[in-house]
């Protein structure tokens, strides 16, 4: 029988097998965990990046709102 540790670093290294075969974000080098990426120039993106790198919040004129 196997002990704690064993069944954990078996575990372990299943998981990073698993997380070899994801697609790495172009931007920040980490594995998509999400269901979904984008790609973009053939770059894969992941939605986080894509939230920090290309969102751009409008600004509306002094004094007034939305055009």
Known sequence: ???NYSLWRL???EEERCMARLPVCS???RNVQ???YY???DEIICP???EHCFRVER???EGGGAL
Do not use: A, S, T
């Open 39 to 41: 790609r973009i120039n």
């Open 59 to 61: 600004e509306y004129p």
């Open 1 to 3: 029988m196997e002990d």
């Open 48 to 50: 986080d990046c894509m």
């Open 27 to 29: 931007y920040c080098g």
């Open 34 to 36: 999400e269901d979904y």
């Open 11 to 13: 575990m372990e290294r």
